[in-house]
């Protein structure tokens, strides 16, 4: 299994501009989860959703962020427009629900740096 | 003050030491994760626990539901182990969501 396969790796864009970021959650894995990391208040998550569909969506900072999932293999994180507080790595991770080990797959990241 | 505490911060070892790191946490859950992110940035599940003690080749994780607490333990340590470890909840009354420690920097010397 390939993993959790987040893209791009590195992302630097002009203030402003469209962001999409794209994130491809493991065969079988029925939650996919959006996390942003930044220095000052570490991982937090963004939205997650449960066999397709926006479970909880709480930590989506404004109107700017939308995420979608529109099939069991893909789902995008889009920022629109970007500001340089976007600027954060966005862990993309998936689970499968009622797992024995229960753990979550995270992706290697995408570095957002907004100038 | 924040759901899920770590401590220490930051912890500085010699090859070879055993290491403990602590999360206490006040909330009721239906599990903790102790998760490793490494300098270049990937994050790595370690264990998922809801009750006694996790081992998975060095690692060892614990968990003591009635105090809140869990351990995360490294014996024979080496340099490789240096990385952020980040204790997670999942809360009761959250659905898979977690919630996260700040992390505990470990820096291991050869």
């Known amino acids: 299994d390939a993993g959790v396969i987040q893209s791009p790796r590195h992302e630097v864009t002009e203030m402003g501009q469209e962001v999409t970021l794209r994130c491809k959650p493991i065969?079988?894995?029925?939650?996919l989860f959006w996390y942003r990391q930044t220095m000052m208040r570490g991982l937090e998550l963004l939205i997650y959703?449960?066999?397709?569909?926006?479970?909880?969506d709480s930590g989506m900072p404004e109107d700017r962020f939308s995420a979608k999932m529109p099939n069991a293999s893909f789902s995008t994180l889009k920022i629109q427009p970007s500001e340089p507080r976007d600027s954060a790595v966005y862990f993309c991770?998936?689970?499968?629900?009622?797992?024995?080990?229960?753990?979550?797959?995270f992706g290697s990241g995408t570095r957002l740096t907004v100038v | 003050k924040n759901e899920v505490e770590q401590s220490p911060q930051n912890l500085t070892a010699q090859e070879g030491e055993f290491i403990t790191i602590n999360c206490s946490y006040s909330?009721?859950?239906?599990?903790l994760h102790w998760l490793q992110q490494h300098p270049g940035g990937g994050i790595v599940s370690l264990f998922m626990l809801s009750s006694g003690k996790k081992k998975h080749g060095r690692l060892i994780a614990t968990i003591n539901i009635q105090e809140k607490h869990s351990s995360l333990h490294i014996t024979a340590s080496h340099p490789r182990d240096s990385a952020v470890y980040i204790c997670a909840v999942r809360k009761e009354t959250s659905g898979s969501r977690l919630t996260f420690g700040e992390g505990t920097q470990l820096t291991v010397n050869p």
């Open positions: 909330v009721g859950i239906s599990a």
């Open positions: 065969s079988g894995h029925n939650s």
């Open positions: 959703f449960n066999n397709n569909v926006p479970i909880d």
């Open positions: 991770a998936s689970r499968r629900t009622g797992a024995l080990r229960g753990g979550y797959t």
